[in-house]
T-cell receptor
Framework: GENVEQHPSTLSVQEGDSAVIKCTYS??????FPWYKQELGKRPQLIID?????GEKKDQRIAVTLNKTAKHFSLHITETQPEDSAVYFC????????????FGQGTTLQVKP | KAGVTQTPRYLIKTRGQQVTLSCSPI?????VSWYQQTPGQGLQFLFE???????NKGNFPGRFSGRQFSNSRSEMNVSTLELGDSALYLC????????????FGSGTRLTVV
């Protein structure tokens, strides 16, 4: 079945540095790839998403890239700030598999002041 | 507009009991999906409802069930609770359960003792 692998599981960076989180999916019919940020005790919040017909998308300090051939997508956060510290989840939606997101295992990002 | 509302926020139940959780989606959203979040298994898809019909189902036992009402509000029921059912239960609403915009509620923290 569909599977999403996410790396690294933990990431520690200095404030102002960049952070990159990578995910690989197994089913080439996946057509939508959202990224969620979850702070402790709070709901997952959508921070950026990309559809399979787009290679890259950027929103201020956050960008996502998609390589359909290699079946992997990445989250890039530039100029990190302490408030970026959270758990980040990638996910994939398989075309036709309504309502279902397959999540990666999460990356705990720590931004040190 | 109002977000996704889940009630109650916290529940403590005893093994063998049953529990019902509620999710009110964003106005206009017709698809409601349910997820179980645990430290060990991450975010796992339970099922999705659209227009009062279960359209998709994950790999959970029959003790987990749900329904959706004509106003798109959804309920999830777990019968014969087990200790392993302790988790954060999240619902996500979207327009139609396809490749766009899943918004999560704050979840119900269920503890089974």
């Amino acid at each position: 079945g569909e599977n999403v692998e996410q790396h690294p599981s933990t990431l520690s960076v200095q404030e102002g540095d960049s952070a990159v989180i990578k995910c690989t999916y197994s089913d080439s019919a996946s057509n939508y790839f959202p990224w969620y940020k979850q702070e402790l005790g709070k709901r997952p919040q959508l921070i950026i998403d990309i559809r399979s017909n787009v290679g890259e998308k950027k929103d201020q300090r956050i960008a996502v890239t998609l390589n359909k051939t290699a079946k992997h997508f990445s989250l890039h956060i530039t100029e990190t700030q302490p408030e970026d510290s959270a758990v980040y989840f990638c996910a994939a939606h398989l075309s036709g598999n309504t309502g279902k997101l397959i999540f990666g295992q999460g990356t705990t990002l720590q931004v040190k002041p | 507009k109002a977000g996704v509302t889940q009630t109650p926020r916290y529940l403590i139940k005893t093994r063998g009991q049953q529990v019902t959780l509620s999710c009110s989606p964003i106005s206009g959203h017709r698809s409601v999906s349910w997820y179980q979040q645990t430290p060990g298994q991450g975010l796992q898809f339970l099922f999705e409802y659209f227009s009062e019909t279960q359209r998709n189902k994950g790999n959970f036992p029959g003790r987990f069930s749900g329904r959706q009402f004509s106003n798109s509000r959804s309920e999830m029921n777990v019968s014969t609770l087990e200790l392993g059912d302790s988790a954060l239960y999240l619902c996500a609403s979207s327009l139609a359960g396809e490749d766009y915009g899943y918004t999560f509620g704050s979840g119900t923290r269920l503890t089974v003792v």
